[in-house]
């Protein structure tokens, strides 16, 4: 199971909020709040990628520390 799989936004929002990050990152409007030197094992999966910027570019969460502060549901590998 993907991580994809564990969101609760419909494949088709996720692809519109991906590419609507993509060319945020193009105009230098979003921020990484955290990376790998956190020393959290899982870090790649809440702390990188596409995922993270949607959540905050869209400030799906109030606080952004929310979302990577969230414990797994499902063991990553």
């Known amino acids: ?3 994809v ?3 609760i936004i419909p494949v ?3 692809v519109e909020v ?3 990050v993509k060319s945020a ?3 230098n409007r979003t921020r990484e ?3 790998e030197s956190d020393q959290i094992e899982n870090w790649n999966i809440y702390c990188a990628g596409e995922i993270l910027s949607a959540m905050n570019l869209h400030r799906v969460e109030l606080d952004s520390k ?3 502060d969230r414990p797994l549901k499902k063991d990553p590998s």
Do not use: A, H, P, Y
Request: net charge negative; proline share 0%; with cysteine.
């Open 1 to 3: 199971m993907g991580i």
């Open 5 to 7: 799989s564990l969101l």
């Open 12 to 14: 088709e929002k996720l």
């Open 18 to 20: 991906v590419n609507d």
């Open 25 to 27: 990152r193009g105009q």
């Open 33 to 35: 709040v955290c990376d």
């Open 66 to 68: 929310t979302f990577v």
